[in-house]
Nanobody
Framework: QAQLVESGGGLVQAGGSLRLSCVASGRAFSRFAMGWFRQAPGKEREFVAAIILSGGSTYVRDSVKGRFTISTDNAKNTVYLQMNTLKPEDTAVYYC???????????????RGQGTQVTVSS
């Protein structure tokens, strides 16, 4: 059974850091790429970052470049999103996804976790 389980969200002050984790089981980790998306209240879901499991190429949206880093521990079937210098506008539910190819469109991913809330206070 394919499953993605996120953790690591929480409440943090602006300027702080959080590390999100996503543990994949079954076929969810046999996909080609894994990504993080987020959805803030009243806004559309947006791409945050993605990583190619073989090779390790990464992609990050412009607004978080230099602050967010995506990485993977293939031995643990886990993908991480290290978030530094957090801003109130980073507040959102963050979702982990896996797919057959890299994409910035959430609809192109086959598996999705339940999400983890990140709240950044000013």
């Amino acid at each position: 059974q394919a499953q993605l389980v996120e953790s690591g969200g929480g409440l943090v002050q602006a300027g702080g850091s959080l590390r999100l984790s996503c543990v994949a089981s079954g076929r969810a980790f046999s996909r080609f790429a894994m990504g993080w998306f987020r959805q803030a209240p009243g806004k559309e879901r947006e791409f945050v970052a993605a990583i190619i499991l073989s090779g390790g190429s990464t992609y990050v949206r412009d607004s978080v470049k230099g602050r967010f880093t995506i990485s993977t521990d293939n031995a643990k079937n886990t993908v991480y999103l290290q978030m530094n210098t957090l801003k109130p506008e980073d507040t959102a539910v963050y979702y982990c996804l896996s797919g057959s190819y890299y994409s910035t469109s959430i609809d192109d991913y086959q598996y999705r976790g339940q999400g983890t809330q990140v709240t950044v206070s000013s």
